[in-house]
Nanobody, 120 residues
Framework: QVQLVESGGGLVQAGGSLRLSCATSGRTFSDYVMGWFRRRPGKEREFVAFISRSGRTYYSDSVKGRFTISRDNAKNTVYLQMNSLKPEDTAIYYC??????????????WGQGTQVTVSS
């Protein structure tokens, strides 16, 4: 089992920045691909970014160039730096851990989510 706890969400004005953190415990963090997903109001959950075991990253087109995913294996934590935030980034953000680098929701473990609200 892997436990994931997100933090860092909040209310920010458009154009601002937030950094989300996802602390993990349980199995070896470095064994897992880590992903971020979000669920915007009234929409399905969608892929945001993932980072592989080797540090390869991949982003959705909607966040590319604005968001940066990173991991610290010593701290068992994955981060999502979000810059130039837009009101349409308002969502609950979830981190996930899995064995495959994928943009689908097929990750094995999920956090409870953290709310990000971007005001215009």
């Amino acid at each position: 089992q892997v436990q994931l706890v997100e933090s860092g969400g909040g209310l920010v004005q458009a154009g601002g920045s937030l950094r989300l953190s996802c602390a993990t415990s349980g199995r070896t963090f470095s064994d897992y691909v880590m992903g971020w997903f979000r669920r915007r109001p009234g929409k399905e959950r969608e892929f945001v970014a993932f980072i592989s075991r080797s540090g390869r990253t991949y982003y959705s087109d909607s966040v590319k160039g604005r968001f940066t995913i990173s991991r610290d294996n010593a701290k068992n934590t994955v981060y999502l730096q979000m810059n130039s935030l837009k009101p349409e980034d308002t969502a609950i953000y979830y981190c996930a851990a899995g064995l495959s680098a994928t943009t689908t929701g097929s990750y094995d473990y999920w956090g409870q989510g953290t709310q990000v609200t971007v005001s215009s």
